[in-house]
């Protein structure tokens, strides 16, 4: 009788689609095509019960039950082994034991000195401000009086990025020294400027435990009127030893920088010796006829400090190049 293959039909289809399913989603999906009310196979064949003659109705109507019932028996074996399956699984998670904590980073002991740096210029009445790391000869040289053959614009001790006959403004490069940010923030504002700009500088020098080909530099600026070099040791004599202790020994060395006169090297003692760790001085009239400031109105100081220095000091580090080696057992030591 076809009506019968039709069932056994049915049976095997669902049997294998229930095989077949491996999660309680797709039980669900066999059960709504075989076994559901109102669209499913099981619909259909219930029709052909109804078609069959008075006497094969008997017969008919026994196999339609028997594959109802197998195949809903076998959908909630399934069923239940899934849930019983799911459970023991969940069973092996404990609660109670220890969770594994994911690696904590620590934040850069460069990082933490510029934070440091700020917050305690901040203290003695400091803004802060930013200066851009691709910086044109104006910024870098001009205004800050360094002349056209000055060795400093050499360019083997920079990193020119581009010439003249590529830029309409003229070669551009990575800076060299923060003191571009002095050029930037007074060509901006008038005075009274009370500033610091902390940044990345850059400059191809040889790789030693004391220097880097990228470094950061801490650059500060006072202008007003009657500020005066003893204000400036003053500062930063105080500086040094907030940050480093009050035991640090500082010491002013006569020196030269072409945007500063009279211009010192400020060094540090470094065990039995002495470590340049930045330059200052009285900022040269030269520079403020620049961004247009009256040099007999107005007087300042300027200073630059090398902040890997100071960090290496802080945190006893004998060599820069650590820093930057980006080895996580140095670097987890700051954690
Ligand atoms: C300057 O860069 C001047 N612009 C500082 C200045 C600012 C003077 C304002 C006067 C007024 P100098 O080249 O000496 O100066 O660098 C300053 C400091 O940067 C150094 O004392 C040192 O601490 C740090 N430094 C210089 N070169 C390196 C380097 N290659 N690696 C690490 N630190 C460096």
Same mark, same amino acid.
């Given at each position: 009788m076809d009506i019968l293959n039709a069932f056994r039909?049915?049976?095997?289809?669902?049997?294998? /689609?229930?095989?077949?399913? #491996?999660? /309680?989603?797709?039980?669900?999906?066999?059960?709504?095509?075989?076994?559901?009310?109102?669209?499913?196979?099981?619909?259909?064949?219930?029709?052909?019960?109804?078609?069959?003659?008075?006497?094969?109705?008997?017969?008919?109507?026994?196999? $339609? +039950?028997?594959?109802? =019932? +197998?195949?809903? /028996?076998?959908?909630?074996?399934?069923?239940?082994? %899934?849930?019983?399956?799911?459970?023991?699984?969940? #069973?092996? $998670? @404990?609660? =109670?034991?220890?969770?594994? %904590?994911?690696?904590?980073? /620590?934040?850069?002991?460069?990082?933490?000195?510029? !934070?440091?740096?700020?917050?305690? *210029?901040?203290?003695?009445?400091?803004?802060?401000?930013?200066?851009?790391?691709?910086?044109?000869?104006?910024? +870098? &040289? @001009? !205004?800050? +009086?360094?002349?056209?053959?000055?060795?400093?614009?050499d360019p083997l001790d920079n990193f020119y990025i581009a010439t003249a006959a590529k830029t309409a403004g003229g070669p551009i490069l990575l800076r060299s020294q923060t003191s571009t940010v002095q050029i930037r923030t007074m060509e901006a504002a008038k005075p009274p400027v009370r500033i610091v700009s902390l940044g990345r500088v850059y400059r191809p020098d040889t790789m030693d435990a004391t220097h880097s080909c990228m470094f950061h530099q801490m650059e500060g600026l006072m202008v007003d009127t009657n500020v005066t070099m003893a204000q400036l040791k003053t500062l930063l004599s105080l500086f040094a030893r907030s940050f480093l202790g009050?035991?640090?020994?500082?010491?002013?060395?006569?020196?030269? &920088?072409? $945007? =500063?006169?009279?211009?010192?090297?400020? @060094? *540090?003692?470094?065990? @039995?010796?002495?470590?340049?760790?930045?330059?200052?001085? *009285?900022?040269?009239?030269?520079?403020?006829?620049?961004v247009g400031y009256d040099p007999d109105k107005v007087s300042g100081f300027a200073f630059g400090l090398g902040i890997e220095r100071f960090c290496m000091k802080h945190y006893e580090v004998d060599d820069i190049r650590r820093f930057y080696e980006n080895d996580v057992r140095f670097l987890k030591q700051f954690a």
């Open positions: 039909e049915y049976q095997e289809a669902a049997t294998a /689609a229930i095989e077949g399913a #491996s999660t /309680a989603e797709e039980l669900e999906q066999v059960r709504i095509e075989f076994l559901g009310q109102k669209k499913g196979k099981l619909r259909e064949l219930q029709g052909l019960v109804g078609k069959a003659s008075k006497e094969e109705k008997p017969l008919v109507g026994k196999a $339609f +039950n028997e594959a109802r =019932t +197998n195949v809903t /028996a076998r959908l909630e074996q399934r069923i239940s082994g %899934l849930s019983q399956h799911s459970q023991s699984s969940t #069973s092996d $998670f @404990d609660p =109670t034991l220890p969770g594994q %904590l994911p690696p904590l980073g /620590a934040i850069h002991p460069v990082t933490r000195t510029i !934070a440091n740096f700020r917050e305690l *210029m901040g203290r003695f009445g400091f803004r802060v401000v930013e200066g851009p790391e691709i910086e044109d000869e104006r910024h +870098n &040289f @001009d !205004a800050l +009086n360094i002349p056209e053959d000055h060795p400093a614009r009050p035991d640090v020994e500082i010491r002013f060395r006569p020196s030269f &920088f072409p $945007f =500063t006169e009279p211009s010192v090297e400020v @060094d *540090m003692k470094w065990g @039995d010796s002495w470590m340049e760790v930045g330059g200052a001085g *009285m900022v040269d009239p030269n520079v403020f006829r620049a």
